[in-house]
């Protein structure tokens, strides 16, 4: 037996005497993470988490509900047994969660409208501009730490995106890959500079066993080691993890 497969059989055993049910929460951020017509949730960090917790065994009861990043933020810091994903894991966030990761690694943008780029010739020139984001998002410390001023904050990435197209705000933050699922769709949106590179995982209570969140990390390192983590990635036309 391998040591990745014994480590995980040895987790799923302390992961059943636990009989804890998870309850994680993700935002709407397609391609990542999305509720379908019927409100199920999908997307590349939902597929993710269901073959983790699919991976464990039978006793391993989850949910995933999709909500305002804020919300299901503040659920995980405050609520036990529950999760949320995909959360970037800063200095700042380290000890206020338990840690399975990584996720995905994401490449944050700084985006405009098409028709407004000639607007933002630096980085300096974009801070006097306003730009928006989500509540509790990582990137509205990261934008105060880089000296924006003008930050307007949303309950979500669609209104925050609607604000951007009708002219409400001059720029927003966004992952790499929701940039390029927007452009494919035809979104008048451009690039004008890298933010940040970071890693995204999944943030949990602290009341959740350290046998729970080892049984779920070895399960996620399978899914990195076998391959699945990246064929998932693929699927949703996402870069693949290094």
Known sequence: MTPVVLTLTLTLIAFGAQAQEIRFATEPYPPYSYADDDGTARGAGVEQVRAMMDGLDSRAEYSIDVM?????????ETRPDH???????TPEREGRFKWVSPLL???????????AAGNVQSIEKAK??????????YTESLLRAKGFDKIDLSNS????????????????????GVYETLLAQGSPIQSVA??????????????VADTV???????LDHLRTSGEQNRILSRFGLPQNP
């Open 157 to 176: 990435f669609d209104l925050t995106l609607a604000k951007l197209l009708g002219k409400r705000i001059d720029l927003m933050t966004m992952s790499q």
């Open 128 to 137: 006097s501009l306003s730009v928006g984001t989500q509540r509790e998002d």
């Open 194 to 207: 890298e933010l940040s590179r970071q890693e995204l995982g999944i943030a949990c209570n602290k009341t």
């Open 83 to 89: 999760c949320t994903f995909a959360a970037a894991r």
């Open 105 to 115: 690694f994401d490449i944050n943008l700084l985006v405009t409208r098409k028709d």
């Open 68 to 76: 305002p990043w804020a919300r299901a933020i503040a659920l995980a």
């Open 213 to 219: 969140i080892a049984a779920m990390q070895a399960s």
